[in-house]
Structure formats: C-alpha cells, structure tokens
C-alpha cells in the first residue's frame, strides 16, 4: 500500500513564500514519477509540476520561475518531494495535492493513481 502525506500548507500574504512537502511511503516502483496538482475552490484539479526520479522536471505555465520542485533520494523505501512556492499571489489560493506512481501509469493530465489528502494554501491580497 502507498501513502503520501503533504504538510506544510498556511496562509501567506501575495508575494510571500511557502514550502510544502510530500511524503510517500510503501511499495513505490524506483522508476516512480511524485507531482503536485491543485484545485482551487469550484475548479479543476490541475498540474503544478511533476519529476520523476532521473528526468527534469516539468512546470505548468503559471510554476514556471516562481515554483520549483526538488526530490530528495529514496531512504528505506520512503520517498520525499518538495514544492518551493515563492511570489505567491492569491490566484495561487488552492489545495495542493501529492500525488505519485511508476512512470507507466502517471501521465500529465491526470497524475498517479495514488494521492495524498492535499493541503491548504491560503494567499491574501
């Protein structure tokens, strides 16, 4: 069984910074993709930005330059991703979610098929 648990979620003001994490644990092929997605209220889930373990990541438009994300390498099977989210402005107000599986089924539009419970990001004007 996978698990992923994201922390690091608050309310910031625009231009401000936050750092989320991801923790994913359990039976994870190595050849593993982890990404973040977010849905704001009555909208879609979209991408943020994925990696997998050995490729460069990729960014939706609205990332790029202002969020980055990084792995650290896997530890006993546990497995850690960060999102660096700087000049936050409140249209980046959402759930962040963290999502993670092998690079045969995550795909882009959709993500993995394993997800955490997402955590809040609140940006004021």
């Known amino acids: 069984q996978v698990r992923l648990a994201e922390s690091g979620g608050g309310s910031v003001q625009a231009g401000g910074s936050l750092r989320l994490s991801c923790k994913a644990s359990g039976t994870i092929l190595s050849s593993n993709v982890m990404g973040w997605y977010r849905q704001a209220p009555g909208a879609q889930r979209e991408l943020v930005a994925y990696?997998?373990?050995?490729?460069?990541?990729?960014?939706?438009e609205f990332a790029k330059g202002r969020f980055t994300i990084s792995r650290d390498p896997a530890k006993n099977m546990v497995y850690m991703m960060y999102l660096q989210m700087t000049d936050l402005k409140p249209e980046d107000t959402a759930v962040y979610y963290c999502?993670?599986?092998?690079?045969?089924?995550?795909?882009?539009?959709?993500?993995?098929?394993?997800w955490g419970q997402g955590t809040q990001v609140t940006v004021s004007s």
């Open positions: 990696a997998s373990r050995d490729g460069s990541p990729v960014y939706a």
């Open positions: 999502t993670a599986d092998s690079q045969f089924r995550f795909t882009r539009n959709a993500g993995g098929n394993y």
